[in-house]
DNA sequence: TCCACATAGTTCATATATAAACTATCAACC
DNA sequence: GGTTGATAGTTTATATATGAACTATGTGGA
């Protein structure tokens, strides 16, 4: 559907930077919404499938609270309920770190293990199928367009 | 910076589909931290001016809370606090329908109107100057692509 | 006319996000 | 070795978002 008609506005876009921009945002509000139901389906958001897929990576001695933050791209603050509520679920543990108290070591239990390798499975499945969608070329001007436009953000919006 | 570094992954992503969907999520992430900061200068959010931009396009009448759903694409209850905020703010008003008792009317006040106008001139400045770092075919091949990639999750994920 | 259903808005529980203020711990330096 | 400053995590206030349950109002049909 055309994004006039889907934002319902009374007129068209008069610019087409404007609809370029509104185009990008309203795509990835949609795939977000796509993603809610996807994870929900494993009892899951987005963002705690994130959590567990990020600690996989990083085995027994896990990551910070701190660590996640910066993984994750929010603020710590924001760290601290999510872990929350994947440990109130026991898919993740914080253990204490060995010499240092301020930290925490995040690390999945085995639950957590067994629900990441086999969400992850079927999330890398639902991606190939929305992304085939575009063309190899399309793909290379996406990633390209959008690390210029990423490049412009931290460089001047900060 | 690449994807890569700025999400800290440990190994390089394994796939073109994959690399492409964390490039418009990512991008579209940070489009709206830098979004925040803007509207912030105007003590708005970036959702009380979409919301302040539509009311303007309505004129006296204004828009039930339920149709400013749907041009927001949120739900109804989520709705309800945004009007709270910014009628405690002076930017709008809840008045009767003068037939049916069910709907609210939102209209802009007139400090709402004025801030409105103020903020749309500088909000298209900066979209200008952030998208114009695309190419005028670029922009095109993002436009259409997006606009596959709704219509695959609309008619699949719903 | 009254009953059933639809519609508009609200409330509540929950999840995500930030910034600011706070506690606890550690490290470094004089 | 004690003060000073940095770092890790927490708490609180606020904004956004959803879905489910609720109230109030309107509509249409038996």
Redesign the pocket.
């Known amino acids: 559907m055309k994004l006039q008609q889907e934002l319902k506005l009374k007129q068209p876009l008069a610019s087409v930077n404007h609809e370029a921009l509104l185009s990008l945002v309203r795509t990835s509000?949609l795939m977000q919404?796509l993603s809610?139901?996807f994870f929900s389906r494993y009892g899951?958001?987005?963002?705690?499938f994130n959590i567990l897929m990020i600690l996989s990576e990083h085995g027994r001695d896990g990551l910070?609270?701190?660590?996640?933050?910066e993984h994750?791209?929010?603020?710590?603050?924001?760290?601290?309920?999510?872990?929350?509520?994947?440990e109130?679920?026991g898919y993740v543990k914080?253990e204490a770190?060995p010499?240092?108290?301020?930290?925490?070591?995040?690390v999945l239990t085995p639950k957590g293990e067994k629900l990441e390798s086999k969400v992850e499975k079927s999330y890398f499945r639902e991606v190939d199928k929305m992304m085939n969608i575009l063309t190899a070329s399309e793909k290379r001007t996406l990633i390209q367009a959008m690390e210029r436009i990423r490049h412009y953000i931290v460089n001047n919006g900060a």
């Open positions: 509000s919404k809610d139901r899951l958001t987005d963002v705690q910070s609270q701190q660590e996640l933050s994750l791209i929010v603020t710590k603050s924001n760290v601290v309920g999510l872990i929350d509520r994947l109130r679920g914080r770190h010499s240092d108290r301020r930290f925490n070591q995040i």
